[in-house]
């Protein structure tokens, strides 16, 4: 007998999307299944998560790991159908915008399976982006389009997508961080002891800042000099790694005031995130969840997918030009920072909400 609905995950920023869906279908007997496409791989960027938000165990691994775009979407699309073959499901959802996102829907479409996409809707605008390309073709190919902010719902119209497919659920990652602030771990334990003073958090993955060496050493000069003010407490993507000693940056990362750490787990970043002065990033997370948090944001990046956070969170923008990026820190420096608001629905229940809509789609 196959499942009602077969999720995915493949990377790092879908595993505290998918915890709390896995929960909320268990408590409406919605009867769902996990694949795991193997896409992040290390210990670190995925078992931990695994553990720490208590997400079951994947029915499968199809183990992909790391390669180009086109293989690495090929070899998703080709280890995933046998795995619809075998569970028959109902539906197959996906989160987020990684390429495990577009390649099993569109295994799953393709196979007359409906797809239930969450955290639709969202748009750079920048179809430079992988993830763009991820966003724009998988909303256009699924049945249910599950929406963190109402600027989404615009974006699919203009896409030319039924308003009847689409529903405005709240934010399912906010819910994973309500759910564990209070596991979140202190600071001191993972630093060995609190900065005096505050500190900042980096992080830094997107390939348009990190494969361009011009680009990479240009955030580093603005990290430097804020390095000079405070800790930069920088945990590193291993793209980023490896992006740093192909440029011949390595040594930069070693100066004092940058504290390099590997990728943390989910309640030391949470940790690290909660009590930082400023977080710099050019994730997609870290946006909404320093928005959360109230924590101020600034984003390494010339757009963001998530606006909300920039018209009601902490967030701003300050793409990679250091002269704007050090403006920006002394700016939060001096007020603190933009103040911010929870923006709606982002209440902890968004999987609640999707749940609740899914077993009605189910029985009708
Ligand atoms: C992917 C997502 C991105 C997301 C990010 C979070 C796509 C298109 N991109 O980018 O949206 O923000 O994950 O991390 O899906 N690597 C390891 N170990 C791992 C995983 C990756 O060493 O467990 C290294 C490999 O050298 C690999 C590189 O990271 O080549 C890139 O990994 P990949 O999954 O291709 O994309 P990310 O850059 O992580």
Redesign the pocket.
């Given at each position: 007998m196959g499942c009602e609905v077969l999720c995915v995950v493949?990377?790092?920023?879908n595993f505290m999307k998918i915890a709390p869906i896995m929960t909320a279908f268990a408590q409406r007997d919605v009867h769902a299944r996990l694949v795991h496409t193997g896409?992040?791989?290390?210990a670190s960027?995925?078992d931990s998560f695994f553990e720490q938000l208590g997400i079951p165990r994947p029915e499968v691994n199809l183990e992909v790991g790391?390669a180009s775009?086109a293989v690495?979407t090929a070899e998703i699309m080709r280890a995933f159908e046998p795995v619809l073959d075998a569970e028959s499901p109902r539906a197959v959802l996906v989160v987020g915008?990684?390429?495990?996102t577009l390649a099993c829907a569109l295994v799953a479409v393709k196979k007359g399976v409906p797809v239930m996409h969450v955290e639709a809707g969202l748009r750079s605008f920048d179809r430079s982006m992988?993830?763009e390309i991820?966003r724009v073709l998988t909303d256009q190919i699924s049945e249910l389009l599950f929406t963190t902010e109402r600027t989404a719902l615009d974006n699919l119209r203009r896409e030319g997508i039924d308003p009847a497919r689409v529903h405005f659920v709240g934010n399912v990652m906010i819910d994973t961080l309500r759910r564990n602030l209070a596991r979140a771990v202190p600071v001191q334990q993972t630093l060995g002891q609190r900065p005096q003073g505050g500190y900042a958090v980096l992080t830094l993955?997107r390939?348009a800042n990190v494969d361009d060496a011009t680009t990479f050493a240009a955030l580093l000069d603005a990290i430097e000099r804020i390095a000079e003010r405070m800790p930069v407490i920088f945990p590193i993507?291993?793209?980023t790694r490896?992006a740093a000693e192909r440029h011949g940056l390595s040594a930069r990362l070693e100066r004092p005031g940058i504290r390099l750490l590997p990728p943390q787990g989910y309640l030391q970043m949470l940790g690290l995130t909660r009590e930082a002065t400023v977080v710099l990033t050019d994730?997609?997370g870290l946006q909404e969840e320093t928005t959360a948090l109230g924590v101020p944001c600034i984003t390494l990046r010339e757009n963001t997918e998530r606006p909300i956070t920039l018209s009601e969170g902490t967030n701003t923008l300050t793409g990679a030009d250091p002269a704007k990026i050090l403006q920006c820190f002394e700016d939060i420096l001096a007020t603190g920072g933009k103040r911010g608001r929870i923006p709606e629905l982002w209440d902890g229940h968004a999987a609640e909400r999707i749940a609740a809509i899914v077993r009605e789609w189910l029985d009708a």
């Amino acid at each position: 007998m196959g499942c009602e609905v077969l999720c995915v995950v493949g990377a790092r920023p879908n595993f505290m999307k998918i915890a709390p869906i896995m929960t909320a279908f268990a408590q409406r007997d919605v009867h769902a299944r996990l694949v795991h496409t193997g896409q992040h791989y290390d210990a670190s960027m995925s078992d931990s998560f695994f553990e720490q938000l208590g997400i079951p165990r994947p029915e499968v691994n199809l183990e992909v790991g790391s390669a180009s775009h086109a293989v690495q979407t090929a070899e998703i699309m080709r280890a995933f159908e046998p795995v619809l073959d075998a569970e028959s499901p109902r539906a197959v959802l996906v989160v987020g915008d990684v390429n495990s996102t577009l390649a099993c829907a569109l295994v799953a479409v393709k196979k007359g399976v409906p797809v239930m996409h969450v955290e639709a809707g969202l748009r750079s605008f920048d179809r430079s982006m992988p993830e763009e390309i991820n966003r724009v073709l998988t909303d256009q190919i699924s049945e249910l389009l599950f929406t963190t902010e109402r600027t989404a719902l615009d974006n699919l119209r203009r896409e030319g997508i039924d308003p009847a497919r689409v529903h405005f659920v709240g934010n399912v990652m906010i819910d994973t961080l309500r759910r564990n602030l209070a596991r979140a771990v202190p600071v001191q334990q993972t630093l060995g002891q609190r900065p005096q003073g505050g500190y900042a958090v980096l992080t830094l993955h997107r390939p348009a800042n990190v494969d361009d060496a011009t680009t990479f050493a240009a955030l580093l000069d603005a990290i430097e000099r804020i390095a000079e003010r405070m800790p930069v407490i920088f945990p590193i993507h291993p793209r980023t790694r490896a992006a740093a000693e192909r440029h011949g940056l390595s040594a930069r990362l070693e100066r004092p005031g940058i504290r390099l750490l590997p990728p943390q787990g989910y309640l030391q970043m949470l940790g690290l995130t909660r009590e930082a002065t400023v977080v710099l990033t050019d994730s997609g997370g870290l946006q909404e969840e320093t928005t959360a948090l109230g924590v101020p944001c600034i984003t390494l990046r010339e757009n963001t997918e998530r606006p909300i956070t920039l018209s009601e969170g902490t967030n701003t923008l300050t793409g990679a030009d250091p002269a704007k990026i050090l403006q920006c820190f002394e700016d939060i420096l001096a007020t603190g920072g933009k103040r911010g608001r929870i923006p709606e629905l982002w209440d902890g229940h968004a999987a609640e909400r999707i749940a609740a809509i899914v077993r009605e789609w189910l029985d009708a």
